[in-house]
């Protein structure tokens, strides 16, 4: 008898199943989206940089280590599609609850870190541009990577803490679990995790990115010069894309903790409902960047084919090579012209009929001499107009 009744009771335990909410649907969308175009994508840029980059640059070596960070990460989606769409709670035990979201905490983490050195990356080789050199070495890269990762793994300790594997009874005698958050009915703790996220993965990060780049974009618009800086616009492009799917994530964090701190019921209950989809549209990270290389890349793929991500990462170790070169010529007296200004002006002056005497043939001329050669520049200038 006490046989049937268990054989009943899971049976009946096998049957049940949730129905999807509008929210859970939206969530199987984006993570099915994020797994079938971001694991592939960051396997494929991997393989692109360890195989078919000869000379990596310093943003090459940045960009491997968050595109090994982001295939990690998502191999988590699976779980999570079982779990919004089976209906049937968390399936995998406390310990699978806690570790992915411990590593999708890693990743927020060491993402936005990575971003930040490609941003000190780019202002050194602008504006500092001799310490630039002296600090890229593979040695100083590789110290630090590693304080980034150590500090992603140190900075989400508190999220095992504050995740829970809890068990619900439902009509029928079923009981399920599900993963979610849990901070033992402590305001505090709440108000701890979502402010301490939102300082360290958003605040702090963006404002050093703010920082960096503002500095480079006001040399580079001061500069006489420009060329096509392709690995600063790649840059740009994974900073904004990074801003685009994080910030509402941490805006709901913003909302939860003024709610708490103000008593709030319905604030508090407003990010609650926001939540899960914010979460599952910051997950979508991870697999967003692949598809900026295809499309920073695109001029590559008719000569390169496969190989037209390792031409667009080369690009990256040129033009920083560049940026130094002419950050440091920026460094010499405006009085002397480079040898490129100097031939272009001879060409132009034969095409105008007018002969033009470079100061680079006699540099011990007197300073009355050169001044004397500026009236004809002001003259080859004039007519140009």
Request: glycine share 4%; hydrophobic share 45%.
């Amino acid at each position: 008898m006490a046989s049937n009744i268990t054989t009943t009771i899971s049976q009946q335990s096998s049957s049940f199943s949730l129905p999807l909410s509008i929210n859970a649907m939206v969530g199987i969308a984006i993570l099915t989206l994020a797994f079938l175009l971001g694991f592939p994508g960051n396997l494929f840029v991997v393989w692109t940089v360890l195989c078919r980059v000869k000379k990596r640059s310093v943003t090459c070596l940045l960009v491997l280590n968050l595109s090994m960070a982001d295939a990690f990460v998502l191999l988590s989606a699976p779980l999570f599609l079982r779990y919004l769409a089976g209906g049937r709670g968390w399936e995998f035990g406390s310990a699978a609850c806690k570790l992915v979201h411990y590593l999708s905490s890693v990743n927020m983490y060491v993402s936005i870190y990575l971003i930040c050195l490609m941003s000190m990356d780019r202002w050194l080789a602008v504006s500092k541009p001799f310490l630039s050199q002296r600090m890229r070495t593979k040695r100083s890269l590789l110290i630090l990577l590693l304080v980034v990762w150590v500090l992603a793994f140190l900075m989400s300790l508190p999220m095992p803490f504050y995740r829970s594997n809890l068990k619900k009874t439902f009509p029928n005698n079923i009981t399920l679990s599900f993963c979610v958050p849990y901070h033992w009915k402590s305001k505090g703790h709440r108000v701890f995790q979502y402010l301490f996220e939102t300082i360290m993965a958003c605040l702090v990060p963006f404002s050093l990115i703010n920082t960096c780049y503002s500095s480079v974009i006001c040399r580079l618009q001061s500069a006489k010069f420009q060329r096509r800086a392709q690995g600063s616009r790649l840059i740009l492009m994974i900073i904004c894309t990074f801003a685009v799917f994080w910030l509402p994530y941490h805006i709901v964090n913003i909302i939860e903790v003024v709610g708490l701190l103000q008593d709030s019921k319905s604030t508090v209950d407003a990010a609650l409902a926001a939540r899960p989809n914010v979460t599952a549209f910051a997950y979508f990270s991870s697999a967003i960047n692949p598809i900026l290389y295809v499309f920073a890349g695109s001029s590559h793929i008719r000569k390169a084919g496969l190989s037209f991500m390792g031409k667009l990462f080369e690009a990256t170790n040129s033009e920083s090579r560049t940026s130094s070169t002419f950050a440091r010529s920026g460094r010499i007296s405006r009085s002397s012209s480079s040898p490129d200004e100097s031939s272009v002006l001879n060409t132009l002056s034969i095409k105008l009929g007018r002969p033009f005497k470079s100061k680079h043939k006699d540099r011990s001329g007197s300073v009355a001499g050169k001044e004397a050669d500026e009236p004809e520049l002001r003259s080859l200038a004039s007519q140009l107009n």
